[in-house]
């Protein structure tokens, strides 16, 4: 699989408008989306943090470890990158059938 995928960081900054000022323990990642995924990710982040003036979030591109290793129940199946594209959760369909955890 050599699609370009995207990850989304998000934190607090100490400068916001430049993503190297990152206080490490506010980070959080997420991904890999596709870009448009991705990129709707991170607005809804930078929505809901509207009123931290210092907390960004960034899409950027990257080629990520993909494996099928479900993160709820660690087992290995094919629906789990599927699931992570779709819908960003790192998943497998089992998982996600006992989960009602899909964004809007
Ligand atoms: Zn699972």
């Given at each position: 699989?050599?699609?370009?995928?995207?990850?989304?960081?998000e934190?607090?900054?100490?400068?916001?408008?430049?993503?190297?000022t990152?206080?490490?323990?506010?980070?959080?990642?997420?991904?890999?989306?596709?870009?448009?995924?991705?990129?709707?990710?991170?607005?809804?982040?930078?929505?809901?943090?509207?009123?931290?003036?210092?907390?960004?979030?960034?899409?950027?591109?990257?080629?990520?470890?993909?494996?099928?290793?479900?993160?709820?129940?660690?087992?290995?199946?094919?629906?789990?990158?599927?699931?992570?594209?779709?819908?960003?959760?790192?998943?497998?369909?089992?998982?996600?059938?006992?989960?009602?955890?899909?964004?809007?």
């Open positions: 699989m050599n699609e370009i995928t995207y990850m989304v960081i934190g607090t900054h100490k400068n916001p408008n430049d993503k190297s990152i206080i490490k323990k506010t980070k959080k990642i997420y991904g890999p989306f596709n870009k448009k995924k991705a990129e709707d990710f991170a607005a809804g982040l930078i929505q809901k943090n509207v009123d931290n003036y210092y907390h960004r979030a960034w899409v950027v591109k990257g080629q990520v470890n993909l494996n099928n290793i479900c993160e709820e129940c660690k087992n290995d199946s094919p629906t789990v990158i599927q699931n992570l594209m779709m819908h960003g959760y790192k998943i497998c369909d089992s998982c996600k059938l006992s989960k009602t955890i899909f964004p809007i």
